[in-house]
């Protein structure tokens, strides 16, 4: 496949230069395919093979737009999402005709994974995702608003799992120290919606208060 792509899309190295990678049975092939994605800049190595073979389809594609732009140019997102939809007129969401198989998207994903040091995987599509929660969960507004607040507070609490019982046996210390994180997990999520309730409950009573008439209106029986 390397050898493929180098030859017809790539041609990053002279026919002559090729050598080292044509000898695909040698022991020293490894070294030079190491040295080839080395020169290209290429993030992976041999090691992640969906990953690396991902990328260089990637970058082979650009390289054959770029030789044949006049070719392609007409395929564009936009003519592509018409042809799906049947609509005409330009599109008010410019995420509807985002094309996430492009290979700059691609390469804009993996970029992102590893500057947020988000684990490799060989669909970039879950890789979104990955950045997604992690923005969602660290980088939101209202998550770096939480730390700030809470900077000057005290660290929270940390519960050992030996010292946490779990009221029942799962089989072995690993399962029973699996389902104690569960649980921790369980409870952290039910905090966070009585929080969500508590907010909501806030937001109906500024609504259906009226302090000019009747305060008690604003308040939520139980």
């Not at 899309?9 to 020293?28: A, F, G, T, W």
């Not at 970058?59 to 609509?87: I, W």
């Not at 390469?107 to 599509?125: F, K, R, Y």
């Amino acid at each position: 496949m390397v050898l493929w792509l180098e030859d017809q899309k790539i041609r990053h190295y002279k026919i002559e230069d090729r050598v080292p990678l044509r000898n695909i049975q040698s022991d020293e092939w490894s070294k030079a395919l190491d040295l080839y994605l080395q020169q290209l800049n290429c993030p992976w190595n041999a090691k992640d093979k969906s990953a690396l073979i991902d990328w260089l389809l990637g970058y082979a594609v650009r390289l054959e737009y770029g030789d044949n732009v006049e070719k392609y140019k007409a395929v564009t997102p936009e003519s592509v999402h018409l042809c799906r939809t049947g609509v005409s007129g330009q599109a008010s969401n410019p995420l509807e005709t985002l094309n996430f198989d492009d290979p700059n998207f691609k390469a804009g994903v993996t970029s992102l994974c590893m500057m947020l040091q988000i684990p490799p995987h060989p669909d970039h599509l879950q890789q979104l995702k990955a950045i997604c929660l992690l923005v969602k969960e660290k980088l939101s507004k209202e998550a770096i608003a939480a730390i700030s607040s809470s900077s000057t507070e005290t660290k929270a609490e940390q519960i050992p799992l030996d010292k946490m019982e779990l009221g029942f046996e799962a089989g072995d210390y690993i399962m029973n120290d699996a389902a104690k994180i569960l649980r921790l997990l369980h409870i952290k999520d039910l905090r966070e919606l009585q929080t969500q309730i508590n907010t909501a409950i806030v937001a109906v009573q500024a609504i259906t208060a009226n302090p000019k008439t009747d305060s008690r209106l604003g308040k939520v029986g139980r």
